[in-house]
């Protein structure tokens, strides 16, 4: 019985691993290896990955492509037409006009919006469940699979974990943070900070005890860009083109899948704050913590207990 942790920076970030049990290093470098066959096939950045030659090949015809991009595609349009969703996998061509997060952001004027808008209908994706196939019913299409992405990666990591009868695990993409079995610093439960998104990186306003779930939050301070004394934030609204607005900085979820801390903090992060909490009260399994721009602090019930304050 062995314990062993691994860093790699992969996808843009850092990516933390964890793994107890029988041939531990062996099974980690294992993980790594799916880690980079992930970053091959769903990069958005990498013109030649499965997921962007999308962009050129599906305009014309039906393309199909492996079952786990497929299977991840297919969830992430399901969300993506939720009336209500912040969430948008077609949101590829605005996530490129304004590149918020890369050296070359800018803000783009409101013709450049207004000509991608029509370019981000996720009823465009047309897909067909016997072929694992995709099709863009309209040129110019582009899938953004970013925000979900590492919840999905996660998830796939820790079933990988489990089969291999780990004692614990962890993994930790960026602040998606998947955790199984007890931790090996406070034995059942383990402590995880929620970041201050007023202070920099690192400075946690709370702690929350956890055991075989996940956290991800997402904020207006992850990845932003200044201009003419404005500041923008990378999460988008894909009706207006333009950085959401409301009274969120930061959304944490709190659930057993990765990829449902994923879809929600997107999905629901342009609500309001009390709409958000009462949202995910009524999701079996699921808690939220809201922090809000005037740095009020509110999370759903079941969590009290489990959150000491910084």
Known sequence: MTECNKVLDLMGTRIRLYFKGDQADKCLSEACEMLRHYEQVFSANNDQSPLSLLKTTAARKPVVVARELYELIKIGKEHSLDPNSLLN??????????????????????????SVLERLNPSDIVLNDEQSSVFFAKDGLEIDL?????????????????GKDSLSAMIDIGGNLLVYGESP???????????????????????????????????????????NGNKYHHIFDSHSGYPVENNVASLTIISDKS????????????????????????????????????????????????????
Not at 92 to 100: A, V
Not at 146 to 162: L, N, V
Not at 206 to 227: D, L, P
Not at 268 to 284: H, W
């Open 89 to 114: 996998i077609a949101i590829g061509p605005l996530i490129k006009l304004w590149r918020i997060g890369f050296k070359d952001a800018q803000v783009p004027t409101k013709e450049e919006v207004q």
């Open 146 to 162: 970013g925000a979900i992405a590492k919840g999905y990666f996660s998830d796939k990591i820790m079933s990988f974990f489990k």
């Open 185 to 227: 610093k406070n034995g059942q439960y383990w402590d995880v900070g929620i970041q201050n998104p007023f202070l920099p990186r690192g400075n946690c306003v709370a702690k929350v005890k956890i055991r075989n779930q996940s956290v991800v939050t997402s904020g207006i301070y992850e990845r932003t860009f200044e201009h």
């Open 259 to 310: 990829l449902d801390c994923d879809i929600y903090t997107t999905k629901l992060f342009g609500l309001d704050p009390r709409i958000i909490l009462e949202t995910v009260n009524n999701i079996k399994g699921m808690e939220a913590i809201v922090i809000t721009l005037d740095g009020q602090f509110a999370s759903t019930p079941n969590l009290r207990n489990k959150i000491t304050m910084a």
